[in-house]
């Protein structure tokens, strides 16, 4: 197929712009708008011969490119068409891999779960067949309901804690609406999810300024490990510098973290150049660097 490239365009641009004035000249006329019937039967008759002449070939010539370019348009079109349906089908291809990618990790997830499960199961059993043989020895053992029940409390306030952080060092205010402050704490490191907050623990008559713990449930322990994992940007806030985000722990560990805290902030008083942090149970030191 011939195809119409841009000096053809404009070399029949050209020829129709020169031609138009001089047609315009020869039948008498100073503008091609007062060109009509009229003024051109005044011309001779071998000068309308040859513009009729000039006008049908060039009126040819454009019907020729015209033809080219309608043909060049029409594979222009199937052309976008084909490449609209390549497109289409990659997709289809991208959304067939991924789909195969997922169902291959579901697999091996559920494989490896499986697995774990029943790893664990025998680990269970084992441990189980010995307790079981232990409470046999035993009057006190899981046969005895109140027991039974104690454990399953147990259980179950283990996985509440999981969704819960303790905000300790946060003074009390009166009137104070502490899920709002609660919300502000956490936006200071980022976050902003949903939650319900609370105050734990009595007021002691000789205190003067109050600062007892809040308690903070959150949607998963998703949330709270990324909670715990931010905390450690409190220590470079203008206005909770002293606050510390732990874990909900049982009421032994709670006192526990309480003289943790404690030690914390007094190794920050007496020690402010050195960076202090509880890790594993234990209140850690170092020196800072940068700007820590």
């Known amino acids: 197929m011939t195809t119409v490239n841009d000096k053809e365009l404009e070399d029949l641009l050209a020829r129709c712009f020169a031609w138009l004035p001089k047609a315009t000249e020869q039948v008498g006329c100073t503008e091609a708008v007062n060109v009509t019937s009229a003024n051109c039967k005044q011309a001779m008759k071998p000068t309308l011969v040859a513009l009729f002449t000039e006008a049908f070939h060039l009126v040819r010539f454009q019907a020729d490119k015209m033809k080219q370019m309608k043909a060049e348009l029409s594979s222009t079109k199937s052309q976008l068409i084909e490449n609209q349906k390549w497109v289409i089908s990659l997709q289809e291809q991208i ?129 709270v490990y990324e909670a715990l994992r931010q905390a450690r940007k409190l220590r470079h806030s203008e206005k909770f510098s002293k606050v510390f985000v732990r874990p909900d722990r049982s009421e032994e560990e709670r006192a526990r973290d309480k003289v943790l805290v404690q030690e914390l902030l007094k190794k920050r008083e007496t020690e402010p150049n050195k960076l202090h942090f509880i890790r594993s149970g234990t209140v850690h030191s170092r020196d800072k660097i940068n700007n820590e």
């Not at 509440?160 to 709002?180: A, M, P, T, Y």
Request: hydrophobic share 35%; glycine share 4%.
């Open 95 to 223: 959304i067939d891999s991924k789909d195969s990618q997922l169902e291959a990790v579901k697999t091996a997830v559920e494989t490896s779960v499986e697995s774990n499960l029943k790893e664990q199961f025998k680990s269970y059993s084992a441990a189980a067949a010995e307790n079981v043989m232990v409470c046999q020895a035993s009057t006190d053992g899981l046969s005895n309901p109140a027991t039974l029940r104690k454990v399953v409390k147990s259980v179950v306030q283990e996985e509440d804690r999981s969704k819960n952080v303790i905000i300790f060092g946060l003074q009390e205010r009166k009137g104070e609406n502490i899920e709002e402050r609660v919300e502000e704490i956490f936006q200071d490191i980022g976050l902003k999810p949903k939650l319900q907050a609370v105050r734990v623990g009595k007021v002691s008559k000789e205190a003067t300024i109050v600062k007892r713990p809040v308690k903070v449930s959150l949607a998963s322990s998703s949330l």
